[in-house]
């Protein structure tokens, strides 16, 4: 079955970097999309970043500039490098795979199928 293993989170001060990975089993990773999700304690899950199979990439407004995504399909391995982390940034963060809905809304979270089980990133001011 498929399995997303998300790792890389932690504590860090306003103006601070962290990477996340994304470890995938169970699937063919080269041949899907990938993406990036977030939920803070009260909000509803949204997108942060998508990567196609093809390595074109999307990004919510409120990363642009600051968060990089990426992907290392030898190593099955989806990334996510957050730089200039601001308070606001503080939530779980998912990867997900198998998009199942159109590709400009990737930003939905009802529009993927799998999903890993997190890790905590926490930003202080």
């Known amino acids: 079955q498929v399995q997303l293993v998300e790792s890389g989170g932690g504590s860090v001060q306003s103006g601070g970097s962290l990477r996340l990975s994304c470890t995938a089993s169970g699937l063919t990773f080269a041949t899907y999309s990938m993406a990036w999700f977030r939920q803070a304690p009260g909000k509803e899950r949204e997108g942060v970043s998508c990567i196609s199979r093809s390595g074109s990439t999307s990004y919510a407004d409120s990363v642009k500039g600051r968060f990089t995504i990426s992907r290392d399909n030898a190593k099955n391995t989806l990334y996510l490098q957050m730089n200039n982390l601001k308070p606001d940034d503080t939530a779980m963060y998912y990867c997900?795979?198998?998009?199942?809905?159109?590709?400009?809304?990737?930003?939905?979270?009802?529009?993927?199928?799998?999903w890993g089980q997190g890790t905590q990133v926490t930003v202080s001011s």
């Open positions: 997900a795979t198998n998009l199942v809905g159109s590709y400009s809304r990737w930003w939905s979270p009802s529009n993927w199928r799998y």
